[in-house]
T-cell receptor, first 112, second 112 residues
Framework: GENVEQHPSTLSVQEGDSAVIKCTYS??????FPWYKQELGKGPQLIID?????GEKKDQRIAVTLNKTAKHFSLHITETQPEDSAVYFC???????????FGRGTSLIVHP | AAGVIQSPRHLIKEKRETATLKCYPI?????VYWYQQGPGQDPQFLIS???????DKGSIPDRFSAQQFSDYHSELNMSSLELGDSALYFC???????????FGDGTRLSIL
C-alpha cells in the first residue's frame, strides 16, 4: 500500500518568515495530494490540493509543488502569521474512491 | 455553510464498556468516512459508507461497527472498550475529487 513520509515533525518560524513542509510517497499510481490543517481541538480541514497533472498550485500565501518523478510534494507558506500555527498533514491518494494515506503531520509554530 | 456535527464532543468510559459516536454531515451526504487519531498521530482510516452500505474498511477492530442511516447520519459503535481506544474520532463527508475534505471537530474518547 501507499506510504507517506512527512518532514519535519516540528517547525518553528518567526512571523513573516516562510515555512516549507515536505512529503514523499511510495505508490506511483497516486495522483491526488491534499494538504490538511488541524487547529487545536478541531478536525483536519483541506487547505489546498494538487493533482498529478499539475506541477504547482498557489492560493494566496499557500503554494504546493509536486515532483512526480521523484515522488515528492511540498507545502510552502509565505509571510507566516501566528494564526498559521497548527498541525499540517499531507496525504496521497489514487483519487476516486481510494482512501487517502496521511503523513505523520508537522506541528508549525509561528512566533509573533 | 457545509460542515459536520459530531456528538458527543467528549466521552469518558471505562474498560469493557460500550460507546456510540454520532456524525451528522451538513448538508446530508451519501458518503461518509470515519477516522481515528491517537495522541500526536495522523488520522487512521477506519471505515466508509456510501448510500448506507459499507464501501471500504481500514484498520477497524472487530469490536467496532458502524452504520449509515436513511437520513445519512452515521454512528460508530464500539464495544469491549480498551485503553488503546482512547483517541479522537472524526467523520468526514465526501468532498473535492471524491475525497474527504472537511472533518468534523471529532469526539474525544477517553478510556479509564
Amino acid at each position: 500500500g501507499e506510504n507517506v513520509e512527512q518532514h519535519p515533525s516540528t517547525l518553528s518560524v518567526q512571523e513573516g518568515d516562510s515555512a516549507v513542509i515536505k512529503c514523499t510517497y511510495s505508490d506511483s499510481a497516486s495522483n491526488y495530494f491534499p494538504w490538511y490543517k488541524q487547529e487545536l481541538g478541531k478536525g483536519p480541514q483541506l487547505i489546498i490540493d494538487i493533482r498529478s497533472n499539475v506541477g504547482e498550485k498557489k492560493d494566496q500565501r499557500i503554494a504546493v509543488t509536486l515532483n512526480k518523478t521523484a515522488k515528492h510534494f511540498s507545502l510552502h507558506i509565505t509571510e507566516t502569521q501566528p494564526e498559521d500555527s497548527a498541525v499540517y498533514f499531507c496525504a496521497a491518494s489514487k483519487g476516486g474512491s481510494y482512501i487517502p494515506t496521511f503523513g505523520r503531520g508537522t506541528s508549525l509554530i509561528v512566533h509573533p | 455553510a457545509a460542515g459536520v456535527i459530531q456528538s458527543p464532543r467528549h466521552l469518558i468510559k471505562e474498560k469493557r464498556e460500550t460507546a456510540t459516536l454520532k456524525c451528522y454531515p451538513i448538508p446530508r451526504h451519501d458518503t461518509v468516512y470515519w477516522y481515528q487519531q491517537g495522541p500526536g498521530q495522523d488520522p487512521q482510516f477506519l471505515i466508509s459508507f456510501y448510500e448506507k452500505m459499507q464501501s471500504d474498511k481500514g484498520s477497524i477492530p472487530d469490536r467496532f461497527s458502524a452504520q449509515q442511516f436513511s437520513d445519512y447520519h452515521s454512528e460508530l459503535n464500539m464495544s469491549s472498550l480498551e485503553l488503546g481506544d482512547s483517541a479522537l474520532y472524526f467523520c468526514a463527508p465526501l468532498g473535492r475529487h471524491n475525497q474527504p475534505q472537511h472533518f468534523g471537530d471529532g469526539t474525544r474518547l477517553s478510556i479509564l
